[in-house]
């Protein structure tokens, strides 16, 4: 074997600074790295902001807070009050003067209204009753209903705000409410419903879905009239006992922004029948006067009492009259219940509700003013409705009337109001009016004037259409109306602006301040109206800002923009920016170019653009000038000093003046220095416009691709037919992305709402400033970039040297060789950005334990690494080659989850996207509405995506609060159709007309077997499904046989229900803590195979971040103001006592493979289970960047303990419980202070804040208490300790300490094997990782053995660093283990250079710290023939004996089988030899065989070539390849026959717990022992002990033992055995009455392992070939002078050309110097001269390239010259200049003579070589002298030449390995 790790690439360390350096978060390695400057903390302080500010301004008087962005206003309730507000601040403004008690669940857009009733309440603002107002949060809006209903009840005036699926919820309790006459008014910001898709925007499908409830529904259609009308509804409903519903347009009334007259309080209360509340608390439930109500009616009475009612909405429209006209009269406002607006003498009147209504208004007065008699009916009392108001509302001369509804209802003779208004002229007989119906606006789809125009055309006509829609195009059933050109009625002197921006930039804030400014400051009017796209952080926003000396009444988008604003730069490339430009309107563009590159910059269609509309344009870098005055990319305050200087709305100069003002108000509380950077930056604003003159020439230009037609083809009725992903990204994903998504006519849509994946990956957002760049030499491999990437935008990519060929200079240069062994010798790799993907996030940044990543500017990152991303994506797929269950193999399976809408940094997202690199391939997915459905499926842009073969996730998303029964829904289907599938496969085998090829028999009897047996979905080595995997066996057997049965062909059509799909309910903690918990605990307590992953942010995340029962005590939360006085429900406890669920807690950003087994643990888990999964959030209040870091204190302080629980332990007699995180290390205090949702508290009442925090640190201690007990082997000896109070989690001292360093798990796996092993050996034990062990109880334990591992380049695994820190504490005195034993394992890659360096680290420390050193350090290596078992089951019996324990367990029972094997029959082998191909192997044909020695010659040295043209293999100067034995036929078929097995069976074996070889899933015995076992290796002494118990006779079963136990019998039976070289198959013939099984054969012999090969060729000359140079291993048995073979060599020997061998390329301690100029020496004796010759090969082929290369030394040594390999050719290189050869015979002469004597004779030349001239040593040979003896000669070569002692040569050759300048490559 090579003794490797001798040097690396990389330099002396790998490249690694210090680890303790590393992993600190200080600032000077984050300035190094380009993080911790606060560019990736904008978010957070834009959020922080807001919060602070709020609380600042507010004071302890009635005053009503107006939710501002970033400026939080305070308004006096005066009379006569002007504010700035929105819909819902102006509905919640009544609601909290008019109630007492409000119940709310949040749901979006009328959340706001519910969060400013509660902030008002927290502040103490009083009411109109003198009170403070009771919020109440329930856990979904069916808990708000009734509680609504139970406080109505109870004699309170009580409200709720809600919307969409919120209000169908409460239509139960409605009904109720309605029915007991109960007085509530709620306010609905209307919303539509989920259909085919989610749409959190406004129209009326949801309020129109209650109008049968009894409730009374009164409509407003401007921000005024919210304020209005809900107090008419209020006062309504308390006179008349009947509750009302006060809706108004969802976003466009609720979130438009105008300027409005406040109704104070005082006035307020002089409305109020106070007669009315008297009666309410009367007829309340009262014990004092008590009544029943909602009682149970028979069919006699309860028809009578439905109709009694009747009264309290008889004549209920006249008293709506009335209190408006109460209301007019204080107010002198006037909203008539029907009003109309147009000419008196209208013909043709259109008759609306809502927002529309305006916008109709506006463009009748307009058509009014150009003579058309035309006119708009708004109707505002929908419920009940008066025919009467509304035709005295009709002018007489009306002929035809056009209703509107904002709502759908299919299969229906029209939608509501439509159907009102035609009974209604049904009923007065006024069949001469014509009355027509149309759809507008859904899903807040704009409504325009131009639309309106298109209405009243449509009245005009001689047949207008009945039915219709406008605002889309129909080319489908033809339904709409064409839309003509922009109409423009606003009132002259409006200037309307329009802003571009990126998502949490501060544009909208500062969009809003200004608003407020203008409209407060001045005598304009103004109104605003913000657009946000779906990404969760970085998107596009628009902000739509009107101003005018006149009210301004336009409830629909800006189109012709006075003022236009681009903040970032790359939107001019991204989107169609002037579109909507008006002539001679200001363009200004936020960026860094000179006028001199907006040629090469800016669009051709945009210069044109502003050209032909003669615009003004102007330059900032406000991005520069922001970064000087310090604010970094805050640029909001800069560009709305533009925006003032540039607009005209209002003088500059007061502009400025109120503008400073508000800073100081704003950023007050952060200090001078902070205001002053905001005005400097104010300062240096305007000097920094640049006027750019617009060339005429431009107006002239040509558009590329503007001549294509749009004309999209019409289409009929169709089948559902779903698009590819490409055709869905041309032909909608771009329009939409370029904000032209209106323009989309409806056959773009698949009927129903069907997507396909993966349309993110064509965004290419390029959102992210800073960018992070990989440096390969760095680089550990580790692969945690990866898995911590919230967006899949940092990857490990795997490619052959083959396919680099053609990867771009940059990338091949960047590529390093994989290590890792298996596979990846063969590959190689690198770590690779997307650039435009990036969000800049820094988290790769920060968890890099190399500091490879750093951050860079992202402009010149994209022109660096795109084309690299983009040949990346071209490389295959290797995932199914490697071990998925292992965090370094997870992140090389392709995430199926990639690019979101996600916050950067998001925590959510690394959760999912590790869950889909794991199941992706045959996973579905039921996601709870919630943050993790609008980053995971917001239209046009789907992350989720498909692998190569067109496999990925199925997704779909129900409602917020069914998620669970929705997701046990899809499993109970697929189970029944996989049921259906097993019965028909079951007719087909037994009908015997059924002609199918016994391939497909096979595999169908497999699959029924399985079936029928139930057999879970059993996971094969690497992480594969077996079903899965028998699904693509059987599906081109189908495929190939369909035609031959019907049958057949049935399974054929049914092919996609072979496999077994991972079921998995996804959502976050507010669906499942709260409204969606009854359904979860329903589908755990069954016993259905279904995953539950609740992503927990603790937050409410999506509606923004709402109190819920997952919100921690303490914690500051809307709704908990003052912060949160209750625990958070533990619902893995919880879930925990239905015994029969899996559960786990987890954290990815702490413990990676700790969540890996979870998923994986769960998905296998035949039963339901629960993962519980931290996720980090912009909203717990922290600076995302820093969550790694966070989530460590999290875990540390034990606030979120990770776990894992598993029912099928406790069926094996183990312990179901495995705390993973077992000791709380970290202070809980500090954890809580960095979160601002904790901290806030602290601030605002350091003395509540203290009270709940010291109960949570109570809470989290005994909660952690708790489960340490749990973790306990003896759970009733310890719960009886726990009620006593004497629990402990300290050990005990009378045990072995079993300790354990892991990063991979295992290391772990391995100490816990241990300390099973030690119990069964009659001594006690317990096990934990060193870092959870307490640290002060070391001293106190007798005996401590450690097994570590090292991981990347020499670093200490991350569960034992905080151990190994303490331990290199210098207070520690020398003998402060010296009562303590101790032994050390290490684990590790001897092909890393650091090898096993953290198990050597901890050895010498507990040594130097005085512990008694058991036996020397035992060393497993990844490379040994089995992995790092070999050197394990060596080391374990000497642990044995220093123990004094007995080498065999006391309890002599043989394993548990960990394959199961079944017979399938026999003849024709289910797979060809040649098919039968071990991981990392690639097939390769020989070429070539021959001798290089004269024939009979003693010894055989062969050359072997093998062809690699075609191949996925290639390699480069210095690897070696590894060759795969078989074992003889002939040997093969002898040992079965021994052992009583039929060589001809075929075999089916499915690895179960515990199996270590790989193996095919079916092959036949022969194959199986001649293609995979090695049965003809070397057995070590766990194999004795496991044949023991197999055998039969008892001195067989004595003898074999003895091995095991070392006696002196043992012993010398041993060395007997080793001195023959005995294999297993001779053993079995030694013992024959041990006959084991099969399926205990797969674990007790390893699998046949390759040997590697120097190669001796260079791919420079020889590209298509590999060529081998190799020598006969062989050997005779002493005691039966039997000639044997070496496995490998034996092998190759026999295999003649054309024969396929099984072979793999590895990467060898060679490198070769970068400069060819460079000086090498190469030392080889015999066989050793292969690399040489490649290396000579290499630089023959550069002399003949016309390049300059350095000396070239070989010393060649070998017995006679007849060896001299290669000869021929070597001297033909002399000749050529390039080579000196140095050769030594030791045995042609008297006196032997070896390649050392040549080192020093050449000695002069050497020392020049390597010293003057910077050369490289190497050396290849046998392990047994030749490296020692050539040091020798080269220390000699030192000290004579540099005339130095031996120390200072041996330092001298010491720093050349160090330098990777002296290298050796030998075997042994």
């Given at each position: 074997?090579?003794?490797?790790g ?43 902001k ?24 305070m308004?006096?309730?005066n009379?006569?009050?002007i504010a700035c ?27 706001p ?9 927290a502040?103490?603002?009083i ?18 209903a ?22 169908l ?8 409410i ?12 209307a ?10 925007f406004?129209?009326?499908?949801d ?11 009164l ?6 009239m ?10 309504v409903?308390m006179?008349?006992?009947?509750p ?24 307020m ?8 509340v ?11 006067h008590?009544h ?7 069919p006699?009475?309860f ?7 009747n ?12 209190k408006?006209?109460?209301v007019?009269?204080?107010?002198g ?30 463009t ?5 003013g ?6 708009v ?32 209802e299919p ?21 001469d009016?014509v ?21 009243y055309?449509?009245?005009?006509q001689?047949?207008?259409?009945p039915r219709?829609?406008v605002?889309?195009?129909?080319d489908?059933t ?12 606003l009132?002259k ?6 802003f ?12 809003k ?11 304009l009017?103004?109104?605003a109206?913000f657009?946000?796209d ?11 800002l ?22 970032k ?5 991204n ?11 200001v363009?200004v ?17 945009m ?16 991005t ?10 805050r ?19 007061a502009?400025?003046?109120?503008l ?9 509380k952060k200090?001078?220095?902070v205001?002053q950077?905001?005005?400097?930056g104010?300062?240096a604003s305007?000097s ?45 994903q771009?329009?939409c ?5 209106n323009?989309?006519?409806v ?6 709402g ?7 990956q ?6 992210a ?8 030499d760095?680089c ?5 970039c990866?898995?911590?990437?919230p ?5 490990p990519?795997?490619?052959t040297?083959?396919e ?20 990846l010798?063969?590959?190689?790799y690198r ?28 402009g010149k ?5 795109k ?14 080659e ?8 997870s ?9 979101s809408?996600?916050?950067?940094g ?18 579905v ?6 943050c ?7 239209n046009?842009?789907?992350p989720?995506t498909?692998?190569?073969?067109g496999e ?6 129900s ?9 046990f ?10 049921d259906?599938?097993?019965l028909?496969v ?7 007309t059924?002609?199918?090829s ?10 029924l ?5 139930n ?10 499904s077996?079903?899965h ?37 996804v ?6 803590y709260d ?5 979860l605990d ?8 279904v995953n539950?992953?609740?992503l927990?942010?603790e937050m ?6 709402q109190?819920s ?11 908990a ?7 958070k429900k ?17 954290c990815?950003?702490v ?23 931290y996720?980090?959030?912009i909203?717990q ?40 995180s ?14 601002n949702?904790f ?8 003395k ?9 640190q ?56 241990l300390?099973?092993d030690i ?10 990782s060193l870092?959870d ?12 053995i ?23 504490s210098?207070?520690?005195?020398m003998s402060w283990?010296?009562?303590?034993k ?6 590790g890659d001897s ?5 096993c360096?953290a ?5 010498t ?7 008694q050193?058991m036996?020397p ?10 992995r790092y078992?070999?050197?394990?089951e060596?080391?374990l019996?000497?642990l044995?004996?220093?123990l ?5 367990p ?12 079944d ?7 289910p797979?060809s ?10 097939k ?14 003693d010894?055989?040295i062969?050359?072997?070539e ?8 290639s390699y480069?100067?210095?690897?070696s390849?590894?060759?795969?034995p ?5 040997k ?11 060589a ?18 079916e092959?036949?015995?022969?194959q ?6 090695d ?10 002990e ?7 006779e008892e ?13 002196s019998?043992?012993?010398a039976?041993?060395r ?15 013992f024959?009455?041990?006959?084991p ?7 007790m ?12 060729s ?15 291993v062989?050997?005779?048995?002493e005691?039966t002078?039997e ?11 026999q295999q ?18 970068k ?11 015999g ?8 290396v000579t090969q290499e ?6 390239q ?14 006679y010259?007849a ?22 015979f ?14 020093v004779?050449?000695?002069?030349e ?13 050396v290849c ?23 130095v ?11 050349l390995k160090?330098e ?5 490559e030998?075997w042994?």
């Amino acid at each position: 074997m090579a003794l490797r790790g001798q040097t690396t690439p990389f330099g002396p360390y790998g490249g690694l600074v210090p680890a303790e350096e590393r992993q600190s978060e200080n600032p000077e390695r984050l300035a190094a790295l380009g993080a911790g400057d606060g560019s990736a903390d904008v978010e957070y302080e834009q959020f922080l902001k807001a919060k602070e500010v709020q609380r600042a301004m507010f004071k302890a008087e009635n005053k009503t807070i107006v939710h501002q962005c970033a400026d939080t206003d305070m308004i006096q309730p005066n009379e006569g009050s002007i504010a700035c507000i929105d819909g819902n601040q102006a509905a919640a403004h009544v609601a909290y003067a008019l109630s007492d008690c409000a119940f709310i669940y949040p749901i979006t857009p009328s959340s706001p209204m519910g969060e400013m009733v509660d902030e008002w309440a927290a502040q103490g603002l009083i009411n109109c009753y003198g009170q403070k107002l009771s919020v109440t949060e329930m856990q979904s809006e069916a808990g708000a209903a009734g509680a609504l209903h139970g406080s109505l009840k109870a004699g309170a005036f009580s409200t709720t705000f809600t919307a969409s699926q919120g209000l169908l919820l409460m239509i139960p309790n409605m009904y109720k409410i309605a029915g007991e006459l109960l007085p509530c008014v709620m306010h609905v910001a209307a919303r539509a419903l989920a259909g085919q898709a989610l749409s959190i925007f406004g129209d009326h499908s949801d309020v129109m879905a209650c109008r049968a409830t009894g409730w009374a529904m009164l409509a407003s259609e401007s921000v005024e009239m919210v304020q209005y009308n809900a107090l008419v509804a209020h006062l309504v409903s308390m006179e008349r006992r009947v509750p009302v519903q006060h809706f108004f347009d969802g976003f466009r009334t609720s979130h438009e922004v105008n300027k409005v007259k406040l109704i104070d309080y005082n006035t307020m209360k002089q409305f109020i029948n106070w007669d009315a509340v008297k009666e309410h608390h009367e007829l309340a439930m009262n014990p004092r006067h008590p009544h029943v109500q909602g009682t149970s009616q028979g069919p006699d009475i309860f028809f009578q009492c439905v109709e009694a009612g009747n009264t309290f909405y008889d004549g209920l429209a006249d008293l709506f009259e009335a209190k408006s006209r109460l209301v007019e009269e204080k107010l002198g406002v006037h909203y008539a219940l029907y009003a109309y607006e147009g000419h008196p003498e209208a013909k043709h009147v259109i008759v609306v509700m809502g927002s529309g209504a305006v916008t109709c208004s506006e463009t009748a007065q307009y058509l009014q003013g150009k003579g058309q008699k035309v006119g708009v009916l708004k109707v505002r009392l929908f419920r009940p409705w008066s025919r009467e108001r509304f035709m005295a509302a009709l002018p007489k001369t009306t002929e035809r009337i056009c209703v509107l509804d904002r709502t759908k209802e299919p299969g229906s003779q029209g939608e509501p109001l439509l159907l009102e208004v035609s009974t209604t002229l049904q009923l007065l007989s006024r069949s001469d009016l014509v009355c027509i119906g149309g759809r507008y606006g859904l899903g807040s789809k704009e409504f325009t004037p131009n639309m309106v125009l298109s209405i009243y055309e449509n009245l005009a006509q001689d047949s207008p259409k009945p039915r219709f829609t406008v605002g889309i195009t129909d080319d489908v059933t033809k339904l709409s109306l064409p839309v003509g050109d922009w109409l423009d009625v606003l009132p002259k002197g409006t200037t309307e602006c329009m802003f571009y921006g990126l998502g949490s930039d501060g544009t909208v804030g500062a969009n809003k301040s200004a608003v407020k400014m203008i409209a407060l400051g001045t005598e304009l009017y103004a109104q605003a109206y913000f657009e946000y796209d779906a990404k969760k952080s970085g998107g596009v926003t628009i902000s739509h800002l009107r101003f005018g000396p006149k009210p301004i009444h336009a409830p629909y988008n800006v189109r012709s923009a006075d003022y236009l604003a681009v903040h970032k730069a790359s939107y001019v490339a991204n989107y169609d920016m002037t579109r909507y430009l008006k002539p001679n309107g200001v363009c200004v563009i936020n960026c860094s170019w000179a006028i001199q590159d907006l040629e090469a910059q800016l669009p051709a269609k945009m210069r044109r653009d502003l050209a032909v509309k003669k615009a003004k344009l102007f330059l900032i870098d406000a991005t520069a000038i922001g970064v000087k005055a310090g604010l970094g990319k805050r640029i909001n305050m800069i560009m709305q000093t533009v925006f003032f200087k540039l607009s005209g709305v209002m003088p500059f100069e007061a502009a400025i003046e109120m503008l400073k003002k508000s800073i100081k108000k704003m950023y007050g509380k952060k200090g001078d220095k902070v205001v002053q950077m905001n005005i400097d930056g104010v300062d240096a604003s305007v000097s920094g416009i640049v006027e750019v003159p617009v060339p005429d020439a431009w107006a002239s230009l040509s558009v590329p691709g503007e001549e294509r037609s749009v004309a999209v083809e019409s289409k009929g009725p169709r089948k559902i037919v779903d698009l590819a992903p490409k055709e869905f990204a041309d032909s909608v994903q771009f329009p939409c992305n370029n904000l032209d998504g209106n323009s989309l006519p409806v056959s773009s849509f698949v009927p129903g709402g069907r997507v396909p994946l993966g349309t993110s990956q064509f965004e290419k957002r390029g959102i992210a400033i800073n960018v992070p760049r990989v440096d390969m030499d760095l680089c550990t491999q580790c692969n945690k970039c990866s898995l911590i990437c919230p967006h899949a935008a940092v990857r490990p990519f795997l490619a052959t040297t083959q396919e680099l060929s053609k990867a771009p200079a940059d990338f091949r240069a960047g590529s390093r060789a994989a290590i890792g062994g298996g596979v990846l010798d063969s590959l190689q790799y690198r770590i690779q950005v997307s650039p435009l993907d990036c969000t800049g996030c820094e988290l790769c940044v920060r968890i890099c334990p190399a500091d490879a990543l750093k951050l860079a500017e992202a402009g010149k990152v994209v022109q660096e690494e795109k084309a690299n991303w983009d040949f990346a994506l071209t490389l295959p797929e290797r995932g199914d080659e490697l071990d998925k269950t292992t965090v370094k193999g997870s992140q090389f399976q392709k995430p199926f989850l990639e690019f979101s809408g996600a916050c950067e940094g998001c925590g959510e997202t690394p959760h999912v996207k590790l869950m889909t690199q794991l199941f992706g391939e045959r996973l579905v997915i039921a996601n709870a509405t919630g943050c993790s459905s609008i980053w995971g499926a917001s239209n046009p842009s789907f992350p989720y995506t498909v692998n190569s073969k067109g496999e990925g996730p199925a997704w779909a998303n129900s409602l917020f609060e069914d998620n669970a029964e929705f997701g046990f829904g899809m499993r109970k289907a697929f189970k029944q159709r996989r049921d259906y599938l097993a019965l028909q496969v079951e007719e087909t085998l037994g009908d015997k007309t059924v002609v199918m090829s016994e391939e497909l028999r096979s595999a169908l009897n497999q699959y029924l077997v399985m079936r029928k047996e139930n057999m879970h979905d059993l996971l094969l080595p690497r992480g594969r499904s077996i079903y899965h995997q028998m699904m693509e066996k059987l599906v081109p057997l189908l495929e190939k046989e369909k035609g031959t049965h019907a049958k057949i062909k049935n399974l054929h059509d049914l092919q996609d229900m072979f496999g077994r799909s991972s079921f998995w309910i996804v959502g976050g903690d507010g669906w499942a803590y709260d409204i969606g918990y009854g359904g979860l605990d329903h589908v755990i307590a069954s016993e259905e195979h279904v995953n539950i992953l609740v992503l927990d942010t603790e937050m409410y995340s999506n509606t923004g971040g709402q109190a819920s029962k997952a919100t921690p005590k303490g914690a500051m939360a809307k709704f908990a103001e003052g912060g949160k006085l209750t625990q958070k429900k533990d619902m893995g406890q919880l879930a925990m006592t239905y015994k029969n669920v899996y559960v786990a807690s987890i954290c990815v950003h702490v413990n990676p493979q700790q969540a890996v087994r979870a998923m994986i643990e769960a998905d296998a888990y035949a039963g339901p289970s629960l993962i519980l999964a931290y996720a980090p959030c912009i909203s717990q209040g922290y600076p995302m960047a820093e969550s790694i870091q966070h989530c460590q204190m999290a875990v540390d302080s034990g606030y979120w303990p990770l776990y894992r629980y598993n029912p099928d332990l406790a069926a094996q007699h183990n312990n179901p419980f495995q705390l993973d995180s077992k000791k709380i290390k970290g202070d809980l205090f500090k954890f809580l202070a960095k979160e601002n949702r904790f901290a806030a508290v602290m601030r605002r009442d350091p003395k509540i804040a203290q009270e709940l925090d010291d109960k949570l640190q109570q809470n989290v201690v005994q909660k952690n208490h708790l489960l340490q007990v749990l973790n306990k082997e003896d759970l009733d000896g310890q719960f009886s300790k726990l009620v006593e109070g004497l629990s402990d989690a300290s050990s005990t001292s009378d045990m072995v300490t079993v300790l354990y360093g892991s990063e991979t798990g295992n290391a772990e796996e391995q100490a816990k094997n241990l300390m099973q092993d030690i119990r069964a050996r009659g001594l006690k034990a317990q096990v934990s990782s060193l870092d959870d062990f307490d640290f002060e109880e070391l001293p106190n334990q007798k005996i401590v053995i450690l097994v570590v591992s090292t991981c990347g380049l020499g670093e200490i695994p991350a569960n034992c660093k905080q151990t190994w820190m303490k331990l290199q504490s210098q207070d520690l005195p020398m003998s402060w283990l010296s009562g303590t034993k101790f032994a050390v394992f290490g684990l590790g890659d001897s092909t890393y250079s650091q090898f096993c360096v953290a198990a050597i680290q901890f050895d010498t420390r507990f040594g130097e710290l005085g512990g008694q050193r058991m036996l020397p350090r035992g060393v497993g290596d990844d490379r040994d023939e089995d992995r790092y078992y070999t050197g394990w089951e060596a080391w374990l019996p000497e642990l044995w004996k220093a123990l004094g324990l007995p080498q065999m367990p006391l309890t002599q029972e043989a394993p548990a089988p960990c394959y199961r094997v079944d017979v399938s029959g026999t003849g024709k082998p289910p797979v060809s030899d040649d098919d039968i191909v071990p991981p990392g192997a690639s097939k390769l044909q020989l070429l070539h065989n021959s001798l290089l020695v004269p024939e009979k010659y003693d010894r055989d040295i062969r050359h072997y070539e093998f062809k690699i043209e075609g191949t996925p293999v290639s390699y480069k100067t210095g690897d070696s390849l590894a060759v795969w034995p078989r074992n003889p036929i002939d040997k093969v078929e002898e040992f079965c026959k021994m052992m009583g097995f039929d060589a001809t069976q075929n075999l089916r074996v499915l690895p179960q717990e515990g199996a270590r070889n790989w193996c095919p899933q079916e092959l036949s015995v022969r194959q199986l022992f001649s293609h995979v076992l090695d049965v003809f290796g070397k057995p070590n002494r766990k194999f004795f002990e496991t044949l023991s118990f197999f055998a039969k006779e008892e001195a067989d079963k004595k003898a074999l033992r003895s091995v095991v136990e070392n006696g002196s019998e043992g012993q010398a039976l041993y060395r007997d055995l080793t001195h023959d070289f005995a294999h297993h198959a001779d053993v079995f013939k030694k013992f024959p009455s041990a006959r084991p099984p099969i399926e205990q054969l797969l674990n007790m012999i390893p699998v046949l392992k390759p040997r590697s090969y120097s190669i001796a060729s260079s791919p420079m000359m020889h590209p298509e070939k590999i060529q081998l140079c190799v020598v006969l291993v062989d050997w005779t048995v002493e005691s039966t002078q039997e000639l044997r073979l070496g496995e490998a060599t034996g092998y190759m020997r026999q295999q003649q050309p054309g024969a396929t061998l099984m072979c793999a390329v590895r990467q060898s301690a060679i490198v070769l110097p970068k400069d060819p100029t460079k000086p090498v020496i190469m030392a080889g004796m015999g066989t050793g001269l292969a690399p040489w010759r490649a290396v000579t090969q290499e630089r023959i082929c550069q002399h003949r390239q016309g390049l300059k290369v350095g000396p070239c030394h070989l010393f060649f040594g070998a017995r006679y010259a007849a060896e001299y390999l290669y000869r021929d050719e070597f001297e033909g290189h002399v000749k050529e200049g390039v080579l000196s050869m140095h050769t030594a015979f030791s045995r042609e002469q008297a006196r032997k003579i070896y390649v050392q004597h040549k080192i020093v004779e050449a000695g002069k030349e050497v020392h020049e070589c390597m010293l003057q001239q910077e050369g490289h040593f190497y050396v290849c040979g046998s392990a047994r002298q030749v490296p020692e003896d050539i040091y020798t000669a080269m220390k000699e070569v030192m000290m004579a030449n540099e005339r130095v002692g031996e120390d200072d040569a041996e330092a001298i050759l010491s720093n050349l390995k160090m330098e990777g300048r002296y290298t050796v490559e030998a075997w042994s």
